[in-house]
């Protein structure tokens, strides 16, 4: 019960706000606008739709404060919207100096595409109500009365706020008094009745706080009061305006001379400064310079000064000019240059070392010795952009010999090499990759008289898939954890496969396992340059933790342009190379009488002259 008497207190209070009245009797006819009024507009019981959009006027602080509630995030469909941004620089520049606005996007906006009516903020309910009403019988005329011209002017009065205006009422009897009898006999015998009548009215049952468009991008979330797109075209142009008014700068006029004129741009100070226009003769001329409107310069020559111009030249009719004709319908036959990009590029290097020692009568003891190197490499990189793929290869011989009095011709430096790998670009500074390794000696070796290697035997491959970083340009770092070491012995009847982790009875040893390079080239000055290369390599499956490890560096210093000191360095540690033990000059033995081999660390260092050969 308590619900519906507020329910209906409600709907009352609302009709004395806006109501709009529709009468459901079609039949009655009104008086003219011009004389009757309708009370309930008078009254502002019916809403006037045509109601006229109030005039807004902000000032900087308050359209400030009204724009900053607007650009709140929980306002916007889309807080990236270009509007958004720009009103949160409008407000910016309004706030702080200097001023860099984005005044040019908010003058052209459409703020009419932000408009919702009026009538979208209201819920609207029909409701039925019983509006009293006074009516009144006709008048009746005699028969033959001619003095009227029109009876019609005075019809049934149906409209009960006519009746109940009773000074409208007053003023048609005062005209009946001037009228023949017949007439005021038939007023007074007008009778007054009393009625209710049924009127079907809409009245605002609530008020929506919260009222969103239907137009596609549209920016805000919601608006919640009518015309609020007025207020912010109205803001943005209030605070537009104020910095424009605002804005000035400053410009300086300089010419020939030391002195600089000053200017203020858009000050509209009205006021003009003198300067002195002078050319490579010192000759001066003055003018007047003025800023009298925004972004507006005014110069005014000196009144007084007269200008003499020189006398044209004479044209000369004769005068001609040799000009060779072209045929230009020959550029037409111009051929289209193709381009094909340089995917492969390759180079070489060739360096030689010769070391000679010769001893006579040396009583310190020595050997008259001669020894030689020679290192060649050649190098083959691809690159396709295109395709994202990029190739570094390269292949190495080096080879190096030393003779002695008591030796002879005996190899002290024998390696044949290549390096494959092959990358496709993948994220950020990684590739995917595969690589592979090989490694064998060209000539035969022999230890304590006996043959321990020869070409191919052994040979080792390594073949790896991983991934490939690079740092920067002079590094690389490989990782392969799914990778395949090979090892393999064909002349087992000359080369003991033993030595090299290989069974007896087996030609070739393979191992799964992580594979791990690391190559870098450093130059600490400028002609000096050190490489290192480092390569790791892990058994899955047969000792894990037992690392094989080939790490070489070279430092080269460059005297000339064809002759190096060169100095390198070669660490290899194999678990499955084994070689003799010896301890005091003579061969250990085991507990069978054989000779007792191990794996040790393998080292060797060069030290020397170098004549390169770069093509």
């Known amino acids: 019960m308590i619900g519906k008497i507020f329910r209906l207190f409600q709907i009352i209070v609302f009709i004395c706000i806006c109501i709009s009245v529709q009468s459901q009797d079609n039949s009655s006819k009104h008086v003219s606008d011009s004389i009757v009024i309708d009370s309930l507009k008078n009254s502002v019981i019916i809403y006037n739709y045509n109601q006229k959009k109030p005039e807004i006027d902000l000032s900087r602080e308050q359209a400030v404060k009204f724009l900053r509630e607007r650009y709140k995030p929980q306002n916007w469909n889309n807080v990236s919207d270009p509007l958004r941004k720009a009103l949160g620089q409008l407000i910016f520049e309004a706030s702080h100096p200097p001023y860099d606005s984005s005044e040019y996007f908010l003058k052209l906006y459409p703020y009419d595409s932000l408009s919702i009516p009026w009538q979208k903020f209201y819920i609207w309910e029909p409701l039925e109500k019983k509006i009293p009403v006074v009516s009144t019988e006709t008048i009746k005329f005699p028969a033959d009365s001619v003095a009227i011209a029109d009876s019609n002017m005075f019809a049934v009065i149906l409209d009960s706020l006519f009746a109940a205006d009773t000074s409208t009422v007053d003023k048609i009897k005062d005209t009946l008094n001037k009228e023949p009898s017949g007439i005021k006999e038939s007023l007074a ?187 060649v490499i050649g190098y083959a990189d691809y690159n396709n952009k295109v395709l994202k793929v990029v190739s570094s290869n390269f292949a190495r011989l080096r080879f190096g010999f030393i003779t002695t009095d008591a030796d002879g011709f005996v190899k002290n430096l024998d390696l044949f090499e290549t390096n494959s790998k092959v990358n496709h670009k993948a994220f950020g500074k990684f590739d995917f990759s595969g690589i592979m390794l090989f490694k064998t000696q060209m000539a035969p070796g022999k230890n304590d008289g006996k043959m321990v290697s020869k070409f191919l035997n052994p040979a080792t491959l390594t073949l790896g898939l991983g991934l490939d970083f690079k740092p920067n340009k002079t590094t690389s770092i490989n990782f392969s954890p799914l990778s395949y070491k090979g090892t393999f012995v064909t002349d087992t009847v000359r080369v003991d496969q033993t030595d090299f982790g290989i069974a007896k009875d087996k030609k070739s040893l393979h191992e799964p396992g992580v594979s791990f390079l690391i190559s870098n080239v450093y130059k600490p000055v400028k002609n000096v340059s050190m490489t290192n290369a480092l390569q790791l390599f892990t058994n899955y499956i047969n000792n894990p933790q037992n690392i094989d490890i080939d790490w070489e560096m070279n430092v080269a210093y460059s005297l000339n342009w064809f002759t190096d000191v060169r100095f390198n360095t070669h660490f290899i540690f194999d678990d499955d190379t084994k070689s003799v033990v010896y301890k005091d000059g003579k061969a250990v033995l085991d507990d069978n009488g054989a000779k007792k081999k191990t794996a040790r660390i393998q080292f060797k260092e060069i030290l020397g002259f170098s004549l390169v050969f770069r093509f």
């Open 189 to 375: 015998d007008l009778k007054t009745t009393l009625e209710t009548k049924d009127t079907t009215v809409l009245v605002v049952i609530d008020t929506l706080n919260e009222v969103k468009s239907s137009r596609k991008g549209f920016p805000f979330k919601y608006f919640n009061y009518p015309y609020q797109s007025d207020s912010i075209r109205a803001a943005v142009n209030s605070l537009i305006k104020y910095l424009e008014d605002r804005d000035s700068t400053i410009i300086n006029f300089t010419g020939s001379g030391n002195t600089a004129t000053p200017v203020w741009l858009n000050s509209k100070a009205e006021t003009m400064t003198r300067y002195w226009l002078r050319n490579e003769f010192n000759d001066s001329v003055t003018v007047w310079i003025g800023a009298p409107s925004r972004n507006t310069f005014d110069l005014y020559l000196e009144k007084g000064i007269n200008l003499k111009r020189p006398i044209k030249q004479g044209v000369h009719s004769d005068a001609r000019i040799e000009v060779q004709e072209v045929d230009k319908s020959k550029l037409l036959d111009v051929k289209k240059i193709i381009v094909k990009p340089k995917l492969w590029r390759t180079r070489a290097e060739a360096s030689f070392t010769l070391n000679q020692t010769s001893l006579t009568n040396w009583v310190k003891g020595g050997k008259s010795s001669i020894s030689s190197a020679i290192d």
